[in-house]
């Protein structure tokens, strides 16, 4: 079993990765991840966005049978005997982690269908990190790069939903005055809040001074590793 992991992953999880011939992946590139690993061996274990590896999984046209959710939903279960012995277990090629990203879980098939009816004219535009019938639901589902060139490249005058972090959101909205950006819900990311201009100035300028991140060699060097297989995907 091949592991690929999700890069917004804490670093052992992708030295772990690293060791055991894995790669890591974006949301961009997540299914050439996982072609990846479906030729390294007979199934590949994708963790740790079940959405986003159940989205890719169709993207793939992976049949629904060879596409399995773990049960297991916190740090300390593991892969239980029962699990393991499931015919589902091995019929599968593809295994998720049942883990998610609680800013895009705020996203529901309602919100698409409330906006369709106010907007008729609306693109609707989803990562693919929202829930399965959200990403069927709409016009276009991508990583962020895409959404934000889905936007740049829409003509003047397009109304388009949004289904993201609401920041990003507010910022095309200012960036393309002559389109309406609206958001699909109101989801913000209190982790990404907490970066702003003049921390980043701060830390720029004490480089190597404040917030200094030491990783053990060990376990850097692994992580690297599984960094390394996943540029050669590009």
């Known amino acids: 079993m091949t592991p690929v992991l999700y890069i917004n992953s804490d670093v052992e999880l992708k030295a772990f990765v690293g060791r055991h011939g894995?790669?890591?992946?974006?949301?961009?590139?997540?299914?050439?991840?996982?072609?990846?690993?479906?030729?390294?061996?007979?199934?590949?274990?994708?963790?740790?966005?079940?959405?986003?590896?159940?989205?890719?999984?169709?993207?793939?046209?992976?049949?629904?049978?060879q596409v399995l959710t773990l049960n297991s939903a916190t740090d300390t279960t593991y892969l239980t005997s029962e699990e393991y012995s499931l015919p589902a277990f091995h019929q599968a090629k593809l295994i998720l982690w049942n883990g998610y990203c609680h800013v895009h879980t705020w996203f529901r098939a309602e919100q698409v269908k409330k906006s369709r009816q106010k907007y008729p004219q609306a693109k609707?535009?989803?990562?693919?990190?929202?829930?399965?019938?959200?990403?069927?639901?709409?016009?276009?589902?991508?990583?962020?790069?895409?959404?934000?060139?889905?936007?740049?490249q829409a003509p003047s005058g397009t109304v388009i939903v949004i289904g993201t972090e609401l920041n990003l959101v507010s910022r095309l909205a200012d960036e393309n005055?002559?389109?309406?950006?609206l958001p699909l819900a109101v989801s913000p990311c209190p982790n990404m809040w907490k970066i702003s201009l003049n921390d980043l100035y701060w830390v720029l300028d004490?480089?190597?001074?404040v917030n200094v991140v030491t990783i053990p060699k060990e376990i850097k060097n692994d992580a690297q590793t599984a960094l390394q297989r996943m540029m050669k995907l590009e």
């Open 124 to 152: 609707v535009v989803v990562h693919p990190e929202c829930n399965e019938e959200v990403v069927q639901l709409a016009d276009a589902v991508g990583s962020t790069k895409f959404i934000v060139e889905y936007v740049q």
């Open 22 to 65: 894995g790669t890591i992946c974006t949301s961009s590139n997540a299914n050439k991840a996982i072609q990846w690993g479906l030729q390294q061996g007979d199934k590949v274990f994708f963790l740790p966005d079940k959405n986003l590896g159940l989205n890719t999984a169709r993207q793939l046209a992976l049949p629904t049978e």
């Open 206 to 209: 004490n480089l190597g001074e």
């Open 177 to 181: 005055p002559d389109k309406t950006i």
